[in-house]
């Protein structure tokens, strides 16, 4: 499955950005299937004729997003390098139409590290133009809408955009805040599953202070 893999991939990268000395041969192993994936899609499109059109969707955001923590080490192999040019240049161009916020916070993490600063930069101002703070509540989105696709669940996608502001904006003032909203649904509600959970402890740990 697409996604789980790229979950799982995403996942050894960020134990990895914490300084968790974990065995990532198993991620090298999924990276040749996954990037022979994205060529696969690159190829529909160029056998339906949509090259020129927007055809980012959560799915590649996610593939950027993850691939991106192992280039130095595995780059594209050539055969492939093709396919990921194309969705690079599709994410500088088409990141507005992204689908959710969680999958623009990946390609503005994604474009950041592969030294498109000035698209990284122009997504997190128009996502922060969309924010909202509160004294209580901290820095959130009222689009935060329940929805059974994955990519608009309201705590991975707030973890997500933890990530972008912490990584791409160094904007530890944002951050804060976005944390409070964080620690505000456990609070009165609940992390709603284990992957949310995951993702908000990821998201808490970015930082120095000991949220936890």
Not at 143 to 149: F, K, L, V
Request: glycine share 6%; proline share 2%.
């Amino acid at each position: 499955n697409d996604y789980i893999t790229l979950y799982i991939t995403a996942g050894f990268g960020r134990l990895r950005h914490l300084g968790v000395d974990c065995n990532v041969e198993p991620v090298f192993r999924a990276l040749a299937r996954l990037d022979g994936w994205i060529h696969k899609e690159y190829r529909r499109i160029l056998k339906d004729g949509r090259k020129d059109r927007a055809n980012l969707s959560s799915t590649i955001a996610l593939y950027l997003y993850a691939r991106t923590f192992f280039l130095k080490e595995r780059a594209v192999a050539e055969e492939h390098r093709d396919a990921f040019d194309y969705f690079v240049a599709q994410a500088e161009a088409h990141w507005v139409e992204a689908v959710g916020r969680q999958s623009q916070g990946h390609l503005a993490l994604a474009l950041a590290r592969l030294g498109k600063a000035e698209a990284a930069a122009a997504i997190l101002r128009s996502l922060k133009e969309r924010a909202v703070s509160d004294p209580l509540l901290g820095m959130h989105w009222r689009d935060a809408e329940r929805s059974w696709w994955w990519y608009r669940a309201p705590i991975e996608t707030q973890a997500v955009m933890i990530e972008a502001f912490q990584e791409v904006g160094k904007d530890a003032a944002a951050v804060a805040e976005q944390q409070v909203w964080l620690l505000s649904q456990k609070r009165t509600q609940s992390w709603p599953s284990t992957k949310a959970t995951a993702d908000a402890v990821y998201a808490l740990l970015l930082r120095g202070a000991d949220l936890l």
